[in-house]
Nanobody, 124 residues
């Protein structure tokens, strides 16, 4: 079970940290990802971190502004977002890999567990 938190209304240019806590399985064995869905759009990949934490990958739209990290001791994955833009407005979802030891999955079908989402709104 994944639960996100940290979403809120911010001004353009501000920073925000999202958190996701997993209570359901062997967190440290699985890659973790963040996706987002804006109003009227399909859900899209944002970032992923490998099961070891040594490898990350980002969508082009967030590269250099967002950072994904994990703390296995607390079963938590973070998404640090800086220089936020209005187009970053979306519901952000945390996702856990569908099988152990994935490197950097980026497709929705690579993930087997999902949180309920947290709303991030960036005003201009």
């Amino acid at each position: 079970h994944l639960r996100e938190s940290g979403g809120r209304l911010v001004q353009a240019g501000e920073s925000l940290r999202l958190s996701c806590v997993d209570s359901g399985y062997s967190f440290s064995d699985y890659a973790m990802g963040w996706f987002r869905q804006a109003p009227g759009k399909e859900r899209e990949f944002v970032a992923v971190i490998s099961w070891t934490g040594a490898s990350t990958q980002y969508a082009d739209s967030v590269q250099g502004r967002f950072t994904i990290s994990r703390v296995d001791a607390t079963n938590t994955v973070f998404l640090d977002m800086t220089s936020l833009k209005p187009e970053d407005t979306a519901v952000y979802y945390c996702a856990g890999g569908i099988r152990p030891a994935q490197l950097r999955p980026t497709m929705e079908y690579d993930f087997g567990s999902w949180g309920q989402g947290t709303q991030v709104t960036v005003s201009s």
